[in-house]
């Protein structure tokens, strides 16, 4: 009876923390396109609810930009840092992205606060995608001139 018990009072508190795995979106994005080149404007920290969300907003964007080779340059505001959960699914985003045509990511830092973190964590998911360009920047025209410079190389 005591075990029967405390099955049933385990099963509660499981079902209680698995609905509180479900926190609301840290951080704020903003996409925009252009020719051949994605721009994501984002502020940090990065949680996975903010990372689904950020996916979904890409992908008409994406769509666009996939019939030709496209690259992407990405600002990093303040603190940029990302949870392991948020990192799985960043990893998954760039995976498709890469079959969606993506052949570069530029990462332009803005006043970060965390950028040896962010820099060690972005390096940690690309290493996982060698046949693509990543590189880290200080100043916006330098990472948009970099992507254009991958574009050209990859043949467009």
């Known amino acids: 009876k005591c075990y029967q018990k405390f099955i049933e009072v385990f099963c509660h ?6 609905d509180m795995q479900r926190f609301k979106e840290h951080g704020k994005f903003e996409i925009k396109r252009g020719d051949q ?17 950020l996916m ?31 990192l799985v699914l960043l990893t998954q985003s760039i995976a498709k992205r890469i079959e969606q045509n993506l052949r570069a990511i530029a990462i332009q830092f ?23 360009s990543f590189a880290f ?7 948009k001139d970099w992507c254009l410079q991958q574009l050209a190389h990859s043949g467009n």
């Open 110 to 132: 803005d006043n970060p606060t965390s950028r040896q973190l962010t820099e060690y964590q972005r390096t940690t998911v690309f290493s996982q995608f060698k046949q693509r």
């Open 137 to 143: 920047f200080d100043s916006n025209e330098d990472a």
């Open 56 to 86: 979904e907003g890409l992908q008409e964007h994406v769509d666009a930009l996939s019939p030709l080779p496209w690259a992407e340059v990405a600002i990093m505001r303040e603190e940029s840092a990302y949870t392991p959960e948020a």
């Open 13 to 18: 508190l499981l079902a209680g923390i698995t």
């Open 37 to 53: 080149l994605l721009f994501l404007d984002a502020t940090g920290p990065f949680n996975g609810e903010l990372i689904t969300m």
